[in-house]
Structure formats: structure tokens, C-alpha cells
């Protein structure tokens, strides 16, 4: 760490009093420059470009709807109509794995019915 700092000292120009200053009337002109800076009016400016770019965002919206609505509709319902349910002889089961490693396994019964109810 010493070193670091030791290297950050040595390559900062403001830190070495050898180094000569800026006297103060560079100072304010630096200031000068950079608070005018913002409202020059040598900069080039057209009067379609604000248009341009609303128009370039709208259309990159209604894009981006488009290509999410095709990527993300519905599939197509077969036309064989849906497969019949067929229950099965085994029981189903739904396992899984928690992140501290328990498993967890539930095995749904066809037969379980409530017979009454809890008040």
C-alpha cells in the first residue's frame, strides 16, 4: 500500500512544489472557457435532426413489440383437438432439491379423495 501511494505521489503534478503553477489569470480564463463552453453557438445544428431521432425511437419500439409479440405468441392449438387424460397405475411423483441439499419428493395418490372437511 505504501508503495502505491508513494507512486501516486510521485506522478502528481500538483503535489511537486518544483512544478510551476498557473498564475491566476489562467486560472479565470480556464473558468471562462469552460463555463461559456455550453452555450456557444458555433455548433451545427439542423432543425430534423430532434424529429429524426424521435422518429428512429418510435420505430425501434414498435420493432421491438413486433419481434416480442412473434417470439413470445401463443403455439398454434393442434388440430387433433387435446390428447385424452389417461390415468396411470403408478402414482406421480414431483421431486426436487433444495440449495442446502435437501430432496424433496411428493408423490400425488389418483386415489386420495376428502371425504370431510376440517372446520
Known amino acids: 500500500m505504501n508503495d ?3 507512486i501516486l505521489r510521485e506522478g502528481d503534478p500538483a503535489g511537486d512544489p518544483a512544478e510551476e503553477r498557473l498564475t491566476p489569470q489562467q486560472t479565470a480564463a480556464m473558468r471562462r472557457h469552460v463555463l461559456t463552453a455550453p452555450v456557444r453557438t458555433d455548433v451545427l445544428r439542423t432543425p430534423w435532426q430532434q424529429p429524426l431521432a424521435l422518429a428512429a425511437m418510435v420505430a425501434m419500439t ?10 413470445f405468441a401463443p403455439a398454434q392449438p393442434d388440430p387433433a383437438g387435446p390428447p385424452e387424460f389417461m390415468p396411470s397405475e403408478a402414482p406421480r411423483q414431483f421431486q426436487f ?3 442446502g441439499g435437501t430432496r424433496i419428493i411428493w408423490v400425488f395418490d389418483p386415489e386420495f379423495q376428502m371425504k370431510e372437511t376440517v372446520p
Open 4 to 6: 502505491l501511494q508513494r
Open 97 to 99: 432439491s433444495t440449495p
Open 62 to 71: 414498435i420493432a421491438a413489440g413486433v419481434m416480442g409479440g412473434l417470439r
